[in-house]
T-cell receptor, first 110, second 115 residues
């Protein structure tokens, strides 16, 4: 079974700072997804990374995928309070199901 | 357009009872997935439908859990003889064709509490 690990699990950062969330997965998967979840809400799709070296950016968030290292990163630039949420990465298994990490709870402090 | 909807939004039941959770996928989406999310954890895969058939049910924890999708649209997750450990948020997702490269869109979830 595909195992997905994220770190850190909890992240508290000041507004304006930069930080990176890491997502490692255990076996080969060339599809990696990032989701955002606000408290009490469902998951919102952020990025779909479909190949080695893929990089996608949306606003202050940038995601990348290195399939050889089995690593994806979500980089936050100049954080703002609205980015406070829990971020999940998910790797796609051979059967089309997603395997999720445990999430990174991000709090941006004014 | 309408997204994935799930009913009920909250369900409280007693240990040993039977519950049904409903999912309405995005219109036209052939693939449907059920996940379970416990507090502080990521979603855990339960079952995946392609059309009317269960293409992968390897995530169902035991035979108390069963899901159907008789007409290839709405799906129902059924849990028999509920246990306190079944308490979680049950999430449904759908995608257009279910093949790789296909984004899954999630519903708001049903919060199940077993007393």
């Amino acid at each position: 079974e595909l195992k997905v690990e994220q770190n850190p699990l909890f992240l508290s950062m000041q507004e304006g700072k930069n930080y990176t969330i890491y997502c490692n997965y255990s076996t080969t998967s060339d599809r990696l997804y990032w989701y955002r979840q606000d408290p009490g809400k469902s998951l919102e799709s952020l990025f779909v990374l479909l190949s080695n070296g893929a990089v996608k950016q949306e606003g202050r968030l940038m995601a990348s995928l290195d399939t050889k290292a089995r690593l994806s990163t979500l980089h936050i630039t100049a954080a703002v309070h609205d980015l406070s949420a829990t971020y999940f990465c998910a790797a796609e298994g051979t059967g089309n199901q997603f395997y999720f990490g445990t999430g990174t709870s991000l709090t941006v402090i004014p | 357009g309408a997204g994935v909807s799930q009913t009920p939004s909250n369900k409280v039941t007693e240990k040993g009872k039977y519950v049904e959770l409903r999912c309405d996928p995005i219109s036209g989406h052939t693939a449907l997935y059920w996940y379970r999310q416990s507090l502080g954890q990521g979603p855990e895969f339960l079952i995946y439908f392609q059309g009317t058939g269960a293409a992968d049910d390897s995530g169902l924890p035991n035979d108390r859990f069963f899901a159907v999708r008789p007409e290839g649209s709405v799906s129902t997750l059924k849990i028999q003889r509920t246990e306190r450990g079944d308490s979680a948020v049950y999430l449904c997702a759908s995608s257009l064709v279910g093949y790789r490269q296909d984004t899954q869109y999630f519903g708001p979830g049903t919060r199940l509490t077993v007393l």
